[in-house]
């Protein structure tokens, strides 16, 4: 399934595209050459729900956080979920304006919060974007391979690297998106294989300038993720991981491998 074969044509969004994908499918990658184009602003794995600031450590600037790091023992969960929410929304609307017309907020959302980390099964950031009606860019790669190299960091850690919950969630991932009307979908194996052109597709679609000089700039943003990545001198296809005997067993056995594939455009080719 090629960008140019999606039945969905994506809109342009008010000044917003938001990037989704799961962990190991290229999401880095794609979110470094779409931060390269022109007139893109990059916001890396943004969430409303989740913190990574340890017992109320130095963090001058986010006195809700140090609040909650300290006494979300003392508050309902449903108080602290509106009180994250409302920041979230309002620091985001700030940031939407304060990039100016002819300026594109890009927001790599983190979706493995949703899909893996809990099962919200659906994006937590949306809801509170309805202000902008941003454009939904959706990254996909193959489930084998995206669970092979995920595996290789304990990324499914959370499903203890159980493939057919893997597979049950990935296809909770693809469904959530299927169902959001002008999604974009592009397949991580279709932008190695023809980077250049995959962009300037995807550049169109969402009012992008494109620059073709963009793999000269992939060294300058610094963003979490790239696991399974040492270089950006070249795009180019990989070649699968090894699968073990159990692990090919545990995909065609699983009772959503099949369904993971179809909804992400993959055929359930024998292993």
């Not at 602003?41 to 989740?50: A, T």
């Not at 979300?72 to 920041?87: C, F, G, T, V």
């Not at 499903?159 to 979908?185: H, M, Q, T």
């Not at 620059?211 to 296809?237: H, V």
Request: charge should be neutral; include cysteine; aromatic fraction near 12%.
């Amino acid at each position: 399934m090629s960008l140019a074969a999606t039945s969905m044509v994506a809109h342009v969004g008010m000044g917003m595209i938001v990037l989704h994908h799961l962990a190991s499918s290229g999401g880095t990658v794609f979110s470094k050459a779409l931060a390269a184009q022109g007139n893109c602003l990059l916001l890396n794995e943004i969430h409303p729900y989740f913190s990574v600031i340890p017992d109320a450590g130095f963090s001058p600037t986010t006195p809700l956080e140090q609040y909650l790091a300290r006494y979300q023992k003392n508050l309902p969960e449903a108080e602290i979920a509106r009180a994250r929410s409302e920041s979230f929304r309002f620091q985001l609307q700030y940031l939407l304006k304060l990039a100016g017309d002819g300026n594109r907020l890009l927001l790599r959302e983190w979706s493995h919060g949703d899909f893996f980390a809990s099962e919200r099964f659906s994006s937590a950031a949306l809801p509170l974007l309805d202000f902008a009606q941003p454009a939904s860019l959706v990254t996909l790669r193959h489930p084998v391979d995206c669970f092979l190299s995920g595996k290789t960091y304990n990324a499914w850690n959370p499903i203890n690297s159980d493939v057919g919950e893997f597979c049950r969630r990935y296809a909770k991932f693809c469904e959530f998106f299927r169902d959001r009307p002008s999604a974009l979908f592009v397949q991580y194996e279709d932008f190695a294989t023809r980077p250049d052109a995959l962009l300037q597709e995807v550049c169109e679609k969402l009012g992008l300038a494109f620059n073709p000089y963009y793999m000269r700039q992939l060294d300058q943003f610094r963003l979490s993720g790239g696991s399974g990545r040492t270089s950006y001198e070249k795009i180019a296809p990989r070649p699968r991981r090894p699968l073990s005997d159990a692990e090919k067993s545990a995909f065609m056995h699983s009772a959503h491998y099949a369904r993971a594939c179809e909804l992400a455009g993959y055929s359930p080719e024998p292993l």
